[in-house]
Structure formats: C-alpha cells, structure tokens
C-alpha cells in the first residue's frame, strides 16, 4: 500500500505501469512470446522510480532518498547497481516521439 502512495505522489503509477506493458509486448523470441520474469521487472520499475526522483530532485540523492522512503546508503547501492546515471534521468523525462 505505501509503494502506491509513493508512485502516486511521484506521478509513475501510469508511466510505470507503460513500461511494465511495454515490457510485456516486446518479449518475443522467434515467433514464440517469452514473458519478462518478476525479477525484471522489479528491476524496471526500480529504476524508473529511482530515476525519477533524482529528476525530481535535481539529482539531491539525499531528497531521493527521503522521497522513496529508503536509506541514502540504499539509494546509492541502487544507483550502483543499475548503473544509473544523469544522463539516464534526462531520456525519461523526454516526450516520445509519435505523440504518445
């Protein structure tokens, strides 16, 4: 219940929830459908949450933090291990093209 309150007040619960389908939709693998595991997806929206609140934030991992309800020591562990960068923050926050 509080991880929708969190996505929520983030604003991600429709963008994740694109990502999570476009996820979804793109796993093919020779004509043959192949689903995404939980792990991925967990790791996908993850991210997405993670990047967001550093936009948020202007990159203040401290705020970040505090916003996603977890310890500044865990943010950092998450940065590290998804390899997410500044520049990752900026492609989300970008319009797709298509005018979706």
């Known amino acids: 219940m509080k991880e929708v309150a969190i996505s929520s007040n983030l604003g991600l619960q429709d963008q994740s ?36 609140a550093l936009q948020e934030t202007g990159w203040n991992r401290k705020r970040a933090a505090q916003i996603l309800n977890i310890s500044y020591r ?11 960068t500044p520049e990752c923050t900026e492609r989300i926050s970008e319009p797709n093209e298509g005018g979706q």
Do not use: C, F, M
């Open 17 to 52: 929830t694109g990502a999570i389908s476009k996820a979804l939709d793109s796993g093919t693998n020779g004509g043959q459908v192949t689903h995404p595991t939980l792990r991925a997806l967990r790791a996908q929206a993850e991210i997405h949450a993670i990047s967001h």
């Open 74 to 84: 865990g943010l950092l562990y998450k940065i590290q291990q998804h390899k997410i």
